[in-house]
């Protein structure tokens, strides 16, 4: 990897923002195709987000991705939102062009993607899809299912509230269950994927019985640490098909880095073990 006087710019905006993966993918990138360039980790306080954004032209940074807790407030800190990132309510890719500020989310884009790479010749046209979580995945996840073409997308949360919100505020194919109902809420179900942070080391369990669950469903978690959650694992016993959560965040790295760097990267094996520390 070549940086010199003329490097192009990025990084990942987060507080905190240590533990992201995103330096590491994105350096990996830059080093396999030659390009001259950096992507470095941003700890921004909340309060200061603002400020942070705002410097981005006046640095030369071409853009930035943002992580926990800034993807929603950054929304009204945009000169220009796409539809992505109009639909979702949450920004994860800034693009800087001509020194404003245009808010994207490829969250959407990279789950689907994993899920194509992951389970060859999967259609979100082949069944009911069931999502644990109402929150900014959940969101994400949702649209990018409709736009798929799921023909139902069940939203089962902890909070009923929310998945009634999430439901109505998209209309059909959503519809909004009870925690009470989520095991029943499988049946029938072509997908199940979990957009919490239940499962996530340090975090609950998902408690989630699988006995009405399809054997021919796809599961797929959000959480990639530790990569094969309880979820994945229980799946995997009883013969579902199961992608991973790591693949989601290679995935959506992608456009935003074909938009700073001018080059469409590819997701590897080799990529994989990098980012999980294999290599």
């Not at 010199?4 to 992201?20: I, N, Q, R």
């Not at 309510?89 to 800034?94: D, E, L, S």
């Not at 109505?168 to 809420?185: I, S, T």
């Not at 239940?198 to 530790?226: E, F, H, N």
Request: charged content about 20%; proline content about 5%.
């Amino acid at each position: 990897m070549t940086i010199t006087g003329k490097a192009t710019l990025a990084g990942v905006m987060g507080w905190p923002v240590s533990h992201s993966r995103s330096p590491l993918l994105h350096n990996f990138w830059l080093a396999r195709y030659g390009i001259d360039g950096a992507y470095v980790p941003l700890a921004v306080r909340p309060d200061d987000l603002a400020t942070a954004l705002r410097a981005l032209p006046a640095l030369g940074f071409a853009g930035v991705n943002l992580t926990v807790p800034h993807k929603e407030a950054a929304v009204e800190l945009m000169d220009r939102l796409d539809a992505s990132a109009t639909r979702i309510g949450a920004v994860n890719t800034v693009v800087v062009a001509n020194g404003r500020l245009e808010g994207r989310n490829t969250d959407g884009y990279g789950f689907i993607e994993n899920l194509r790479a992951g389970a060859k010749g999967w259609r979100g046209t082949g069944g009911p899809a069931v999502v644990i979580g109402a929150g900014g995945a959940a969101r994400a996840i949702a649209v990018a299912l409709i736009d798929d073409g799921a023909p139902e997308i069940r939203i089962v949360n902890r909070t009923y509230a929310r998945a009634q919100a999430l439901a109505a505020e998209f209309g059909k194919p959503l519809v909004a269950l009870r925690w009470e109902e989520r095991a029943a809420a499988l049946d029938g179900a072509a997908l199940l994927a979990n957009a919490t942070t239940l499962g996530m080391t340090g975090q609950p369990p998902l408690d989630l019985a699988l006995d009405t669950l399809p054997k021919r469903a796809v599961v797929t978690d959000a959480v990639y640490a530790p990569l094969e959650t309880a979820l994945l694992a229980a799946a995997k016993a009883r013969g579902n098909l199961c992608v991973d959560g790591l693949g989601m965040l290679l995935h959506q790295a992608r456009a935003g880095f074909a938009a700073w760097f001018g080059r469409d990267p590819e997701v590897t094996a080799e990529l994989r073990a990098h980012v999980l520390g294999e290599r």
